[in-house]
């Protein structure tokens, strides 16, 4: 290439990079996010709803602008849809979103600065020693059947679903404190009783988990474990669900839409004392991959829809001339990372769930900052995210308050791959890498098909593994068979995937990465292994979210978080990726829309309305 070309080169990149932060910009925030220590207040931007009492029913009263009745808003949801509707057996993110709609918890977050605000709980009190929390629940509201939510279904939800562990059990093992669980105890039929052992800081945010009506979920309960994980499941007719939120399920086709249509018992009222929602229904299409999500926004069959970079400065040149608008929501509250498998376990049958040389390699600490520094996320961020983005390195998103500032990023750097390797034994020869024994090193990488960005993130780390000798077998595959792959047989290599996150909470992510979590994935443990044979640094990780979970004020609760991202960090069982900014489009038809950082663009559905 002459010097000439290289200037033009040059001057074109920085050009493109230059008006990918100024569109970035031209996209406006809506929110900032707010640190303990720095309170910017923008709740202003979205008013909070209020307790009323109309006719002694104890409401919680919008105070957005009223709106129109009528009409629907139709979303998208990528690959197979929800794979149960029981807010208690979900495992995924889809289907927790889809329960979600239907099943309101004791309190919830404010979308704005991340307090807690009340739901199905008129108010809340802790004692003075923090173990103490008393709710008290509105007066005669009421399930989607008529019948009324009182303390006997917090009580049974509490009791006989969580605490008993029916369905899946994470939020029973995220309250798990020195051994002991919480207790719950009714005190009239509108007020509970909770304590914790020990003052427990998450504890007030557990309290967003969704209510069960006992009337229609007790049966269930009492006939086992084995008919609760069925229950609910997608094949139950919609006229058998009772639920407490803005919408029921009204219509399910797999692989097609979930239909949800008003809640005419919903508990929020507007300012005329109208019952919300105002939406008839809500829809989400269920679409094969991203690609086919945006052919759909485009034909004008969805409303609301997350832009991958490499689509927002198309959008931003159509959005004056469009039916749509932009928000920029910040970074996103998840991560993305590569994994390797460290299980060097055997199943019942005395094989190994991994490749015992592939054990050997990923449970080397260098071999995995190997493929940490081969990790080229610039060059990610640049053509998969299209520039709208930042390189990632820690388990907290880059908007996270418990965020580690010290930890530095740094750039692709073979050259340190290559000397890593070689401590370890590693060596080329022709090109191809062998390890110590003379073994190739050759391993399959996983992801879930259909998420393009994903696929766009494993075609660049197999080739920037391949830059080190590495032979990488690319295999992208069914969500529901990778999930299996993760947590039950344990049988995969090395993983591309993403786990959702509060950047207000670190203990959200305790499963992931306690020993015997559920979602201990890169080093997944049988129930009955438990912390059997841990990992020096896995020991210090469970010391760090007990510490952290009992700590109460927010100074001495990041140095435990702190530390945690240190050992990620160093030890490298998750090589994150980058982290992508949320670009939002939306039919501009819809309003009272009051985008949100932590809350996305449709957190408050039941107040939006369709403008004439």
């Known amino acids: 290439m002459t010097r000439r070309c290289f200037r033009v080169l040059f001057f074109v990149v920085v050009i493109a990079l230059l008006c990918k932060a100024c569109l970035v910009r031209d996209i406006p925030i809506s929110t900032e996010q707010n640190t303990p220590k720095d309170e910017q207040t923008l709740a202003d931007d979205y008013p909070v709803p209020m307790n009323v009492t109309i006719d002694n029913i104890d409401y919680l009263q919008s105070q957005a602008p009223v709106g129109n009745y009528g009409g629907e808003l139709v979303s998208s949801t990528i690959g197979e849809g929800p794979k149960t509707f029981n807010p208690f057996n979900s495992k995924d993110n889809i289907s927790s979103q889809m329960a979600g709609v239907m099943y309101d918890g004791l309190i919830s977050t404010n979308p704005i600065n991340g307090k807690p605000m009340p739901k199905l709980a008129k108010s809340f009190k802790i004692s003075p020693d923090e173990k103490t929390y008393t709710v008290e629940l509105r007066h005669g509201i009421k399930w989607s059947d008529g019948k009324p939510i009182t303390a006997d279904d917090v009580v049974f939800t509490w009791k006989n679903i969580i605490f008993d562990g029916m ?49 229609i979920f007790e049966p269930a309960v009492k006939k086992g474990q084995a008919y609760f994980d069925t229950f609910l499941s997608t094949n139950t007719s919609p006229k058998d669900f009772v639920t407490s939120g803005a919408f029921k399920l009204k219509e399910y086709i797999p692989a097609q839409r979930v239909v949800f249509e008003r809640n005419p018992n919903y508990y929020e009222v507007n300012k005329n004392g109208q019952k919300l929602p105002y939406l008839d229904k809500l829809i989400y299409l269920i679409v094969a991959d991203l690609n086919n999500e945006v052919l759909k926004f485009e034909a004008k069959e969805i409303d609301v829809i997350s832009l991958q970079g490499s689509k927002v400065a198309r959008y931003k040149t159509l959005e004056p001339h469009s039916d749509f608008k932009l928000y920029n929501l910040g970074p996103t509250t998840g991560t993305m990372y590569l994994s390797m498998n460290l299980n060097d376990r055997k199943d019942s049958n005395g094989k190994y769930y991994v490749d015992p040389i592939k054990q050997k390699w990923f449970q080397d600490v260098n071999f995995r900052r190997a493929v940490d520094y081969a990790t080229d996320r610039k060059n990610m961020v640049l053509n998969i995210a299209n520039g709208i983005g930042e390189p990632l390195f820690t388990p907290e998103s880059l908007n996270s308050i418990y965020l580690n500032k010290n930890l530095k990023p740094y750039d692709k750097d073979i050259q340190k791959s290559r000397e890593l390797l070689e401590k370890s034994g590693f060596y080329l020869d022709r090109g191809k890498l062998f390890d110590k024994n003379g073994n190739r090193v050759e391993f399959n990488l996983y992801t879930n098909a259909g998420n393009t960005e994903r696929e766009a993130i494993g075609v660049m780390v197999k080739q920037d593994l391949e830059d080190l000798g590495m032979k990488v077998n690319f295999k992208p595959i069914e969500f529901n068979t990778l999930v299996n792959k993760l947590v039950s047989t344990y049988d995969w290599d090395m993983v591309i995937m993403g786990l959702t996150g509060s950047p207000l909470e670190p203990n959200g992510g305790k499963n992931v990465w306690l020993s015997d979590g559920r979602l ?11 912390k059997k044979n841990i990992l020096s640094w896995e020991k210090e990780l469970d010391e760090m979210f007990t510490k952290g979970a009992l700590a109460t004020k927010f100074e001495e609760r990041k140095k435990y978080y702190d530390r945690y991202q240190e050992i990620v960090y160093e030890q490298k069982p998750f090589v994150y990726i980058y982290s992508p900014t949320i670009i939002v489009a939306i039919r501009d038809k819809f309003k009272n829309i009051y985008p949100s950082s932590l809350g996305g663009i449709t957190h408050n559905i039941e107040e939006i309305y369709i403008g004439k």
């Not at 009714?186 to 998450?202: L, R, S, W």
């Not at 201990?520 to 438990?530: I, K, L, P, T, V």
Request: proline share 10%; charged share 20%; net charge neutral.
């Open 167 to 215: 369905g899946d059990t994470s939020t029973r093992d995220s309250l798990v404190i020195n051994g002991e669980l919480p207790t719950v105890k009714k005190i009239d039929n509108y007020t509970v009783e909770f304590k914790t052992p020990q003052p427990y800081a998450p504890f007030l945010m557990m309290l967003s988990t969704p209510i069960a009506p006992k009337h």
């Open 520 to 530: 201990h994935m890169f080093n997944m443990r049988s129930a009955q292994e438990g």
